[in-house]
């Protein structure tokens, strides 16, 4: 875990569009793009390949504001801006070891600053100028990078 150089300012409120940076926003396109497995996955019933409109559930990925009255591991409150969740549905789709992190991924999109890996379903995003739209969709392609899967084999 880093060290948490951006801390959230103090009544931060998430922007919306127009007022956001995002690079891109969950389209029609995006959602429809397909997600392989990862190649360390083992096949089972009911994995295979997802789009991103799948993905986008419950279960999924989801996103909510970091909230300030979170107790933190490190006693500190809502140093980030956003709560990325990427749940069982999604988990099959990177690998531990793989050529590049998921949180390594997520932090190269525009517009993400810092990234934090909590446990393994939950990321703590530095990203002040992104909507919750941009965060998803961010994540979306963070999924489609496929240095996030190790090669099938
Ligand atoms: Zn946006």
């Known amino acids: 875990m880093g060290l948490f150089s951006r801390r959230r300012e103090p009544g931060w409120q998430p922007p919306s569009p127009p007022h956001c940076t995002c690079a891109r926003h969950l389209d ?3 959602r429809r793009t397909v997600v392989p ?3 360390g996955i083992d096949g089972t019933d009911g994995v295979g390949p997802a789009s991103i409109d799948d993905l986008l ?4 990925l989801s996103v909510q504001v970091n909230r300030p009255d979170d107790r933190r591991l490190d006693g500190s409150t809502a140093t980030f ?3 990325l969740g990427v749940y069982d549905d999604a988990r099959m789709h990177y690998d531990d070891g793989a050529e590049l992190e998921l949180d390594a991924a997520l932090s ?3 517009g993400v600053e810092e990234v934090a890996w909590m446990d393994r379903e939950v990321f703590y995003v530095s990203a ?3 909507c919750a739209d941009g965060v998803l969709a961010a994540a979306a392609l963070a999924l489609l990078d496929d240095r996030v899967r190790l ?3």
């Open 108 to 110: 190269a999109q525009p």
């Open 128 to 130: 002040p100028t992104l």
């Open 81 to 83: 801006h956003w709560d």
């Open 28 to 30: 029609e396109e995006l």
């Open 57 to 60: 559930s419950p279960g999924g």
């Open 151 to 153: 090669p099938e084999g």
């Open 37 to 39: 497995v990862g190649g």
